[in-house]
């Protein structure tokens, strides 16, 4: 048997089959730079010492939930390693898709761009190496701990991106204006806990992750009323989205002057990005 086949077996025991292999290939690819061809050759079988002793943790930690990304240190987003830690959330696949919309969107010579709650950057940076001098990017996030991870990652791929720190539930009073604002806010109620993983709940960031079931659209009512003085006329909103309340969030927004209001599906055909413009 080989390593990713053992490793696979032994998750099996913390996480469904389906996961444990996907956890696997994880641990060998990003962790030891072993592809399934490589396993395949047989090049698992020369592993030191050293090496062995660190997949022994590695599972150790991922049979306690201990998020693979933050056991290995990394995440990919939108081709990129991002560096991740505890104090800020993973990136997630379905965050492309928000990402990838914003680069779609744009339209001017040169963009204005602004990320709020941007967390690992991995939005930020992602769209500044897409569209390098064609786009000046700035990112703001509450937690200082996300930031310097941020700023981290942009330094380490290269991106030019202008990281502020800011409260986005009381904003720092200023005259810029952005063509595009994006973001990804905390928006997971409190009442949906009980239905997340114990990797989630136990190791990433509350403060990324949730809002009070009395107060779930905190984050999307201060985005609205930001954008309504800080975007240029035309511009344009991009935000991921509860699942569960897309038209609620709709309103918002709607209620806020917003203009050609709509919703998107992500890759697993949830509702999960708006998009809503500023009047000319």
């Known amino acids: 048997m080989n390593l990713l086949s053992e490793i696979s077996r032994r998750l099996q025991s913390a996480y469904p089959a389906g996961e444990a292999r996907a956890l696997a290939r994880i641990v060998m690819e990003d962790g030891f ?97 897409a569209l390098g001098n064609q786009a000046r990017i700035t990112a703001t996030d509450i937690s200082p701990e996300a930031l310097d991870i941020a700023r981290a990652n942009a330094k380490r791929l290269g991106a030019t991106v202008d990281f502020l720190s800011d409260d986005l539930l009381n904003p720092t009073p200023q005259n810029r204006r952005w063509d595009i604002i994006v973001s990804n806010p905390p928006y997971v109620r409190e009442c949906e806990k009980s239905g997340m993983e114990a990797n989630v709940l136990e190791h990433e960031p509350h403060l990324a992750l949730f809002v009070p079931d009395n107060d779930a659209l905190r984050f999307y009512k201060a985005i609205a009323r930001y954008a309504q003085t800080h975007l240029r006329p035309g511009g344009t909103v991009a935000v991921e989205i509860n699942r569960f309340l897309s038209q609620e969030t ?19 055909d949830a509702p999960r990005i708006l998009q809503a413009h500023k009047a000319e």
């Open 33 to 129: 730079n072993l592809s399934q061809t490589d396993i395949l050759l047989g090049k698992d079988k020369h592993l030191s010492a050293e090496s062995l002793a660190r997949l022994e943790n590695i599972i150790r930690r991922l049979l306690l939930h201990e998020p693979v990304q933050y056991i290995l240190g990394q995440a990919q987003f939108m081709g990129h390693t991002f560096q991740v830690r505890p104090g800020c959330l993973i990136p997630r696949p379905e965050t492309e898709d928000l990402a990838n919309l914003v680069l779609h969107m744009r339209q001017a010579a040169q963009s204005s761009i602004l990320d709020l709650c941007t967390g690992s950057g991995c939005i930020a940076v992602s769209l500044a190496l």
């Open 250 to 268: 709709a309103e918002v927004f709607k209620n806020h002057g917003f203009i050609g209001i709509s919703i998107h599906n992500d890759r697993y």
